[in-house]
Structures are given as C-alpha cells and as structure tokens.
C-alpha cells in the first residue's frame, strides 16, 4: 500500500480531495495532505501491521482494494476521521492518527467501501428500478440513507463488528479510541440489516446473497436459474460494440459496452473462453461448430446481448465479417 508523502501531494490530489471534501459535506475549505512527519509514518506502519496481526482474513480480503493511502493534516480536516469516494478507486483518507489502532480501523472501514464499490460494477448488486422511496433512516442519526448507501454501510458495519471481534479476541478492547465504532457496529449492521430484508425486493442477486450471509441466515436466496432458451441454427458473433479484455492471472473476461452508464460483464469458464474465440472469428461462428455442452453457455451469452445471432438465412461475409441475408 503507498502513502502519499511528496511535498506535491497536495497539487496532484488537490482536485480528489476537493470532491471527497464535498462529498462528506463538510463546510470549509477541502483539507491538506500531512507530509514530512516521519512519527505519523511510523504510526500507519504500525496500523497496517494490527491489521494483518489481529484480522488476516479481513486484511486480505479488504485491503487489496485500498492502493494510496492519504493522512489529512489535522489543522485543515475539519474532523474528518476517514474518507473515500467511488470516484476515486483506491484512495482512503484519513485524519492524522493518534494509535495504530485508529489506522487499522479506518482501513478496515474504508476498505470496506472500496471493495463495494468494485463489488458493485462487477456483480448484480442493484436492479434499475429499485425504488427511490425507499429510504434507511438510523436510529443513531438524523441521516437518510436510499437503498444503495444503506447496502454499502451494512457492509462496512458488517467488516467492522468482525474486526471488533477479533480486536476482544486479541484483548485489545481497551485501545478502542473515543471516536472508535467497533464498540457499535454489530448492533449497527444488526439494524441496517434488518431493514434491508424488507427491502429484498430492491436487490439483485449477489446483493441479496451478501446480505444473508453476512447476517449469518439460513434461509439464503434462490440460486439463479440458467438460461434454457433454445438456440436456432446460424452464425453468431460478438455484438460489434463490444470490446473485451482477459486477466491473465485469473483468465476472467471483462466484456464492455459503451452506454449511460456503460455495461460491464465480468465472464469465466466457458462463457469467457467462448466469447474469446467468438473476437477471434471475425465472421462468426455457426451453430454446428460450437460443441453441443456449450450450447447454453451461448444461450445466457445471447440472453445478455453479449454474442448476436445473424439467423438461420445469413451468410457471414468473407471480408468485415457483415451479413447479407438472402433477398437483400
């Protein structure tokens, strides 16, 4: 993880923290990054091994979401303890520290929102439709949170009542700072929780999977059923607004499309391995030379308007891969 120290901080994340400043809807001018103070670094050292000394497991699962690490100078905050923006991958501020615990738990907390965040672009999170009307209201603030920003904290709050935990377990409770919320975030993600089982039908898959398991249900959500559709014999290609990019370490396909927003598909297994060959021909594949196991693979490809089919009566071209249809 880095930490911005150089003295030009402040003119290259000056636009980042005048956004996140915004966003928290703190008054004031947007704060100034701490640089040259050779004991804060020592504490964020300190933080970041708590972390990985009492929590592993959260340690690996949250902070490889969180790549730059930004201590405020106090003086210029305005009490901001820690912040971090969807705008803005990766990057956490925090206030300066006093302990290492108080940076272990900021990373925990803002760590927890950065993997949301890229759980939310890369999973079914939320539907379109979700309704507007339906707000949170906390019991411990005058807040009201809509159905997304009450997810993104039932997950903070979940991450953190398991970082709480492991803190008692480690007999270290009494390091909790005064401003600390691991003494509330059981009861917290309890309530936010709660909430959001009535609020299920907003929810997309993996959202409503995330939800259950972190509250510890036995009832989980139904598994998604395939797609069945039949597929009809033709040629099928790769719809021509598509661009497609493989993780080399994983062999996972992120398929795109430009839009309003635009639309991510995160593919594995067969379904990425078809569509890599289905960009490899650039007139398309016909039906008899796509293996009959994968014939519902190409079905949900269709069903997601990832691959196209040019029908039974196209002829793909030789040259760019268009088709003509017969009578045209």
């Known amino acids: 993880m880095k930490l911005a120290t150089a003295d030009r901080a402040d003119a290259v994340l000056g636009e980042a923290l005048r956004v996140i400043h915004a966003q928290s809807l703190s008054g004031g001018r947007p704060p100034r990054v701490l640089t040259g103070d050779d004991e804060v670094l020592a504490v964020v050292r300190a933080g970041l091994d708590k972390v990985r000394e009492v929590s592993p497991a959260l340690a690996d699962d949250l902070l490889a979401h969180v790549d730059l690490l930004v201590v405020l100078d106090p003086a ?184 309003d927003p635009p639309e991510l598909h995160w593919l594995d297994g067969d379904a ?10 650039p007139s398309g594949l016909s039906l008899a030379e796509i293996e009959s196991g994968l014939r519902p693979v190409l079905a949900a490809l269709c069903e997601a308007t990832v691959v196209r089919a040019a029908g039974a009566g196209g002829v793909p071209s030789s040259s760019d891969g268009s088709t003509h249809r017969k009578g045209n």
Not at 272 to 281: E, I, K
Request: charged share 25%; aromatic share 8%; proline share 5%.
């Open 76 to 259: 210029t905050s305005g009490g901001l303890i820690s912040a971090s923006s969807r705008l803005f991958p990766g990057l956490v501020l925090i206030d300066r520290p006093a302990s290492a615990h108080e940076v272990a738990e900021a990373l925990i907390h803002e760590g927890a929102h950065q993997k949301f965040f890229d759980l939310a672009v890369t999973r079914n999170f939320l539907g379109a439709d979700a309704a507007e009307e339906r707000t949170f209201r906390p019991s411990w603030s005058a807040a009201v949170w809509p159905v997304e920003q009450a997810v993104a904290a039932f997950h903070a709050y979940a991450c953190l009542a398991q970082f709480a935990e492991d803190v008692r377990a480690s007999g270290e409770e009494t390091e909790f700072g005064s401003n600390s919320l691991l003494r509330h975030a059981r009861a917290r993600a309890t309530e936010i929780g709660h909430w959001l089982r009535g609020a299920e039908e907003t929810l997309e898959f993996d959202a409503r999977w995330l939800l259950h398991t972190l509250l510890c249900d036995e009832d989980e959500p139904a598994t998604v059923q395939p797609v069945t559709r039949p597929v009809s014999p033709g040629y099928y290609t790769l719809d021509p607004l598509l661009r497609i990019a493989r993780m080399e370490t994983t062999g996972r396909v992120l398929a795109g499309r430009p839009g």
């Open 272 to 281: 990425a391995d078809l569509v890599v060959r289905l960009s490899r021909a």
